[in-house]
C-alpha cells in the first residue's frame, strides 16, 4: 500500500510509504494501483519506494474485526416510546402544526 500526494505549485505527484495518519489531501492506494500510477500530461511522478507491499494485519487490526463481527450480530432494540429524544412534527403548509 502507497500514500498518494500532490505538490500543485511544482506539478508533482508523491507517492510514498502509506501514511500514520489521515491528512485531508492524501490518498491512500493498493499496491497494485501504486505500481500502475500516472500523472497527467506536464506532471511528473516521484516514487520514494520502488515497490509497495500490503501490510500484514496487527494484532489490532484483527481485534477491530472481531469487534465490529460482534457488533454486527447483536439483535436490533427498539428504541423506547418516549426515549426523552426529539419531538417529530408534521407541518403543512397554511402553517398549522399537526402533532402525531
Keep these: ?4 500526494t500532490y505538490v500543485y505549485a511544482d506539478s508533482v505527484a508523491v507517492l510514498g510509504p502509506l501514511a500514520t495518519y489521515a491528512e ?3 490518498y491512500d492506494l493498493c499496491s497494485r494501483h501504486a505500481e500502475r500510477l500516472s500523472a497527467p500530461q ?3 511522478v516521484v516514487r520514494l519506494a520502488p515497490e509497495f507491499h500490503e501490510p500484514e494485519p496487527t494484532h489490532d487490526d ?3 474485526l472481531a469487534e465490529a463481527v460482534r457488533e ?3 439483535p436490533i432494540t427498539e428504541p423506547a416510546a418516549d426515549d426523552g429524544g ?3 412534527r408534521l407541518v403543512r403548509n ?3 402544526t399537526v402533532v402525531p
Design 24 to 26: 485531508p489531501h492524501a
Design 42 to 44: 506536464g506532471w511528473s
Design 1 to 4: 500500500m502507497a500514500t498518494l
Design 86 to 88: 426529539p419531538v417529530l
Design 94 to 96: 397554511d402553517s398549522t
Design 62 to 64: 484483527l481485534v477491530a
Design 72 to 74: 454486527a450480530g447483536r
